[in-house]
């Protein structure tokens, strides 16, 4: 649909990125868009800090509930 993987997975990311922001309401749907974005662009996700710092915020959230 955007042409290339890379830019659909790094829309994936932005997309987990402001889904986390609701903290907690919606950590399902950013946990799926962040999958999603990992295997169509995994070298934009996985190097990236943010990224690292998504899933541990992600985790943290689901450990306290």
Same mark, same amino acid.
């Given at each position: 649909?955007? @042409? /290339?993987?890379? $830019?659909?997975?790094? %829309? $994936? ?6 889904? =986390?922001?609701?903290? @907690?309401?919606?950590? @399902?749907? =950013?946990?799926? +868009? *962040?999958?999603? =974005?990992? $295997? %169509?662009?995994?070298? #934009?996700?996985?190097?990236?800090? #943010? /990224?690292?710092? %998504?899933?541990?915020? *992600?985790? $943290?959230? +689901?450990?306290?509930?």
């Amino acid at each position: 649909m955007l @042409g /290339s993987k890379c $830019r659909e997975g790094y %829309l $994936r990311f932005a997309l987990a990125r402001c889904w =986390a922001q609701a903290e @907690g309401a919606r950590d @399902g749907e =950013a946990l799926r +868009a *962040l999958d999603t =974005a990992d $295997r %169509l662009a995994p070298v #934009i996700v996985r190097n990236d800090p #943010i /990224s690292q710092e %998504l899933v541990l915020t *992600l985790d $943290r959230r +689901a450990r306290r509930r």
